[in-house]
């Protein structure tokens, strides 16, 4: 009796043709303008403890790059891109920064959040910081108003204390100012009262966002979510031009003022972005389709940033290549990734941004382009980090943000919730019936979720396990290999026949059985 993988014949080699993207392939650069966290709440061990993988599959490292695909077959050129991306003023100032983290705290009213506390929100606000190269956190303080929304966000008397206390603190070289966004107006008032940068929640994600992205469609989804921002800052340009009486001359020659001919620019370079964007969108839409067509089951992996998505894929498909990484938004870009379940069922697993609280609006919407394809899915697994004293409110944020991508309802309640990094938990014993613990670091609880996921793969597709005995004379099994995916093939030479471990829809079985009644048990 011998034994065919047939999952290994016919899936995988077909795959790793597809593992040329030596951009993702390539062990991650040391970023230069973001830094790995050695910690994270303090309690990540050594990366060095990751799993080391065994060689395991890694398909679709760039966006949905498939079999037979040539380098670059976006449509979109890198010059393209490029000069989509040139000219760019750098967000943040360069070298070190010891940052002065000030918390607008709204005890009441519409602005008050009620899902979090202060010192949690600073904790979060923290680890951004920390993300960055050369940053450090100098002196935190939450500081109540009543009106955020104002010029000087905080009332007369803290206003005072704050600029005394920023003005005799020659350490501090910029303010973080924990708000999701500041007006120009806002940043040119703080910053002459303080005498140093002011920056707010959006400027530091999108410049974390810029360092972290490495695909083309990542690059211009940023450029893209950048836009309003260059708006804003060309209004506050002008009107300081006006005030030297210049902005809204005539240009000579132009019958356009200068911020008229700004305005267009910005325009264009927005419509170009936009329908470069597109281009790479329908691209993902025609590999979606040729995948769809291969019948690859797709697990879509989620949740809050940090939480160990990229570890559990690691985990799962034994991809030495896959380098998670202790940061903050470490995964912009949708990569897929296969693995293989108990029956050898294989699968595509697919990487996707992690969530933050209240990350800028502009941010989400640009990057929901790129979650759509979650909406392909056959599962969603919902990763989330138990060690994290936020945890709760991780997972709402998340759901939130699932909610609003219009998924299937179907897909929506069938999510595998899993809670990650038990090892940092003494004891952990999860309060939710279904949700399955693990971790992905030290490779715990692994086997059980594989087991789930295939069972959620089994019904989600509407397909069964079957193992059949089959004649090998006649037309069966070729007819199984078109019709169904084949996973086993145990040939049984004294009669003649094979147990074949195949996974077939209810239609396909029925017709099976019409054309050649098999002779064996399912
Ligand atoms: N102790 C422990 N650490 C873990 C576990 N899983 C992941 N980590 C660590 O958590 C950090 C983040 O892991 P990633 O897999 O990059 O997290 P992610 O969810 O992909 O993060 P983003 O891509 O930034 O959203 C890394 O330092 C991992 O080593 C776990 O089970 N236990
Ligand atoms: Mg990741």
Known sequence: MWTLRAAVRRGLPLLRAACSFREVLAPAPQDRCVRALSTFGGKNPDKS?????????????KGWKEEGEEEDETGVEDEEVEELLLEREPLLPQGAQRVFLLHPDVKW?????????????????????????????????????????????????????????????????????????????TKKELEAAWGVEVFDRFTIVLHIFRCNAKTKEAKLQIALAEIPLLRSNLKNEVAHLDQQGGGSRYIMGSGETFLQIQQRVLKEKEIKIKKALEKLKKRRHLLRSQRKKRELPIISIMGYTNCGKTTLIKALTGDAAIQPRDQLFATLDITAHSGSLPSHMTVVYVDTIGFLSQLPHDLIESFSATLEDVAHSDVIIHVRDISHPETDLQKASVLSVLKNLNLPNQLLDSIIEVHNKVDLVESYESTEPNAITISALLGHGLEKLKA???????????????????????????????????????????????????????????????????????
Do not use: C
């Open 109 to 185: 009213g519409a602005k008050k959040q009620t899902l979090t506390r202060a010192e949690l929100q600073v904790a979060e606000a923290k680890t951004l910081v920390h993300t960055l190269l050369n940053w450090s956190v100098e002196e935190t303080m939450i500081v109540s108003t009543k009106t955020p929304d104002k010029k000087l966000v905080f009332g007369k008397g803290n206003f005072e204390l704050l600029t005394e206390k920023i003005r005799g603190s020659p350490q501090i070289t910029s303010v973080f100012l924990n708000v999701e966004r500041m007006s120009p107006l």
């Open 49 to 61: 403890r990751l799993l080391s993988g065994s060689g395991g599959e890694a398909i679709a490292r």
């Open 452 to 522: 789930e996921i295939e069972s959620a793969v089994l019904k989600a597709t509407g397909k069964k396990l079957l193992t059949l005995n089959i004649k090998l004379e006649g037309a069966q099994l070729s007819w199984l290999y078109k019709e169904a995916t084949v996973q086993e093939v145990d040939v049984i030479p004294e009669n003649g026949t094979a147990n074949v471990k195949v996974i077939i829809s209810n239609s396909a079985y029925e017709t099976l059985k019409q054309i050649n009644q098999p002779s064996g048990k399912p």
